[in-house]
Antibody
Framework: EVQLSESGGDLIQPGGSLRLSCAAS????????MSWVRQAPGKGLEWVSA????????YHADSVRGRFTVSRDNAKNMLYLQMNSLRAEDTAIYYC???????????????WGQGTTVTVSS | DIQMTQSPSSLSASVGDRVTITCRAS??????LGWYQQKPGKAPKRLIY???SLQSGVPLRFSGSGSGTEFTLTISSLQYEDSATYYC?????????FGGGTKVEIK
């Protein structure tokens, strides 16, 4: 069974750093594109970052570019999101999501994790 | 960036009603669109992929249509368990973008 499990969310002060992890099971992470999507309290869904399958292409939303970095460890079947210079507006539930193929183009997001909560507050 | 305009933002309907939700893309995205259902406290779940294909295990009362810039999600006969917020997602190009969501309530 394909499953995603996020961890690493915490209460962090503005300006701080945090690394989120997403453990993948039931499939080989390197063969699929993966994304991080967040949802601020009471708000809609916002795409954050993506890592292409089969290569090393990474993509980030303008709102996090230069502060967040997506990476993966193929040997551990893990996806990460390194978040630096955190702001109050980064407070959200962070989900990792899997593409249906090596890219999101044509395949979309088919499986989501349960999410991990990041709260940025002093 | 491709903007996704979703309407209505909320609706209230009775069990058995036919419900339609619309997403409009700011530029053509072929059929690179999915529809998702999210219940409170839960992760989104994909209902429709490639604009009109039903995800395995999803009830047949859900259907999607459209291509290019206009897309619809239809629930043919609304059930109590369909109370949720629905989102469209365009995955034609980066940045990936979601519609603003439609909250469906049961009268």
């Amino acid at each position: 069974e394909v499953q995603l499990s996020e961890s690493g969310g915490d209460l962090i002060q503005p300006g701080g750093s945090l690394r989120l992890s997403c453990a993948a099971s039931g499939f080989t992470l390197s063969n699929y594109a993966m994304s991080w999507v967040r949802q601020a309290p009471g708000k809609g869904l916002e795409w954050v970052s993506a890592f292409s399958g089969g290569g090393d292409g990474t993509y980030h939303a303008d709102s996090v570019r230069g502060r967040f970095t997506v990476s993966r460890d193929n040997a551990k079947n893990m996806l990460y999101l390194q978040m630096n210079s955190l702001r109050a507006e980064d407070t959200a539930i962070y989900y990792c999501a899997k593409a249906g193929g090596p890219t999101f183009y044509k395949y979309g997001m088919d499986v989501w994790g349960q999410g991990t909560t990041v709260t940025v507050s002093s | 960036d491709i903007q996704m305009t979703q309407s209505p933002s909320s609706l209230s309907a009775s069990v058995g009603d036919r419900v339609t939700i619309t997403c409009r893309a700011s530029q053509g995205i072929r059929n690179d669109l999915g529809w998702y259902q999210q219940k409170p406290g839960k992760a989104p779940k994909r209902l429709i992929y490639a604009a009109s294909s039903l995800q395995s295990g999803v009830p047949l009362r859900f259907s999607g249509s459209g291509s290019g810039t206009e897309f619809t999600l239809t629930i043919s006969s609304l059930q109590y368990e369909d109370s949720a917020t629905y989102y469209c997602l365009q995955h034609h190009s980066y940045p990936l973008t979601f519609g603003g969501g439609t909250k469906v309530e049961i009268k």
